[in-house]
């Protein structure tokens, strides 16, 4: 079967290294329009039942996500002066681009062939595929092309956010509740590798314009909010990486194949960012259309097994 995938992402890259186990014979190309190395954003996070499904869909990438995430137990909320732990969650975290080159490399082995700093601007790359897989994020081309059929519905939230990273490390996932003049701001902070933490802040549209952010440079947003968290940094600095204030959009769509074009992860519908855990459901949705390739013996029959 000749596929084509459009997105070298987590979705993208783990839905061709399983497709490619599962018959080495499979002509599969991935289109990305980033260099290998390109990423944006921190960490991400899997749950202990992600991982245990990882380890029966591929041994290989089971065992190196496992020895380069960071593990924790407990969630804490701080607020008002109060930090409530609770107990017993089991989630690891990994820096995004150490899981994009394991990915990357396992695809190589298998002989996927990756083109990177190809950018799609129209259907022609895909010609003659059997089967085109969307898994290029959330403003999808492929979701664009057939935006009658999949029906996409996006409702852009109110509250803004930025993603950060910072070198202070924290021992469970994070939630600090802290107000200051302009009004209330919310840290959502998790340990991703040895003294890396993703570290993202949310806050309301009026507070962010009453703090002057929504005419903020990269360097003004970092001071302001070094400030404002002060006590808990604990004098480590916040770091940026195309961190720009961003509304959070939902993205659902009414179906999630038409004909022999499929889409997957973020491109199919979106995971609230505070938890980080858009990579491990787009690589759940990976696993199970690959999975449904393995039951069902024709393209129609797979993608509605799928969906």
């Known amino acids: ?82 930090h409530i732990r609770s107990r017993g969650h089991g989630f690891c975290g990994i820096a995004r681009v150490k899981l994009l080159d394991i990915l990357q490399r396992r695809c190589a082995a298998l002989g996927v062939d990756c083109r990177y700093q190809v950018e799609i601007a129209d259907m022609a790359p895909f010609a003659g595929a059997d089967l085109i897989v969307g898994a290029d994020g959330v403003n999808s081309f492929i979701r664009e092309q057939f935006e009658d059929q999949f029906k996409p519905n996006i409702d852009l939230r109110k509250t803004k956010f930025v993603w950060l990273g910072t070198t202070k490390a924290f021992g469970p996932f994070t939630f600090i509740f802290r107000p200051n003049e302009d009004g209330w701001f919310y840290v959502h902070a998790y340990r991703y590798a040895e003294g890396q933490t993703t570290w993202i802040v949310e806050t309301h549209e009026e507070t962010w314009r009453c703090a002057g952010l929504d005419k903020a440079t990269e360097e003004d947003t970092l001071a302001y909010l070094e400030k404002l968290y002060e006590p808990e940094l604990e004098g480590h600095r916040l770091l940026a990486n195309r961190s720009i204030w961003r509304n959070f959009p939902v993205v659902t769509n009414e179906a999630w194949h038409i004909d022999n074009v499929v889409i997957l992860g973020d491109a199919a519908r979106t995971a609230q960012f505070s938890i980080g855990s858009g990579p491990k459901i787009a690589m759940e949705d990976a696993a199970a259309l690959a999975e449904a390739f393995r039951t ?8 509605a097994a799928y969906e």
Not at 25 to 42: A, K, M, Q, S, W
């Open 1 to 82: 079967m000749k596929i084509a995938v459009n997105g070298g992402g987590p979705a993208g890259l783990y839905f061709a290294l399983l497709m490619k186990k599962q018959d080495p014979r499979h002509d599969i190309v991935i289109y990305e329009r980033n260099r290998p190395n390109d990423t944006f954003g921190f960490g991400v996070v899997f749950s202990d039942e992600t991982l245990s499904r990882f380890m029966g869909h591929d041994e290989e990438v089971f065992q190196e996500i496992t020895r380069n995430f960071a593990y924790w137990d407990d969630i804490e909320v701080r607020y008002r002066g109060a």
């Open 296 to 303: 069902e013996r024709t393209v129609p029959g797979a993608l």
